[in-house]
């Protein structure tokens, strides 16, 4: 090879190498804005036991323990439960269909997580009892973030997406929702 093929491979080289790290990073940052990779770990904290969160370590010490007894006392519920699922799924995949088996199965399902969860619940409330009412209002606000009484997010999806392109396209003069004069008019 001389000098000019030389330089040729080498250039040749360089190009690939860069579209192949172009490609490289490209992919990664598809990849990390699909997954989420940047969003806060706050995000992730929806579970109940992050419910004292903006109180003192001390009131948040008190509730998480409150909330461990409460779980320890309903062990019990928690086994039942899961046992209960498992019948039922069972009888659901049997053979021949039971519908009393399944109609009992789901009802000791039902009472054991019911009784689960009021021994969670007294256990919140014991702790809120405990709590000055300005405290009250922070674990309240909390709450709605997080556990059981944790208000839905408004997250937009596809359909009301659609509707509002179709709303933005749609002529001054008409609503993008109107129905047809002659359809009303069929009855």
Do not use: C
């Not at 990779?37 to 409150?66: T, W, Y």
């Amino acid at each position: 090879m001389n000098g000019r093929s030389w330089k040729f491979a080498l250039l040749g080289s360089v190009m690939l190498n860069v579209f192949l790290l172009g490609a490289i990073a490209g992919g990664a940052y598809q990849w990390f804005a699909a997954h989420g990779a940047g969003q806060p770990a706050v995000a992730q904290q929806r579970a109940l036991r992050f419910a004292a969160e903006p109180l003192p370590a001390e009131r948040q010490q008190a509730f998480i323990e409150g909330l461990k007894n409460a779980r320890r006392e309903g062990r019990q519920y928690a086994r039942e439960g899961r046992e209960g699922r498992r019948e039922v799924l069972r009888l659901l995949a049997a053979p021949q269909f039971d519908r009393a088996a399944l109609d009992a199965a789901l009802a000791r399902t039902r009472a054991a997580d019911s009784s689960l969860r009021a021994l969670v619940e007294a256990s919140v409330a014991d702790f809120a009892a405990t709590l000055s009412p300005e405290e009250r209002v922070e674990f309240a606000d909390s709450l709605k973030l997080r556990g059981q009484w944790r208000e839905a997010q408004p997250v937009p999806n596809a359909k009301n997406r659609a509707n509002d392109k179709s709303q933005t396209n749609a002529p001054a003069s008409v609503p993008a929702n109107a129905a047809p004069a002659d359809a009303a008019s069929d009855d």
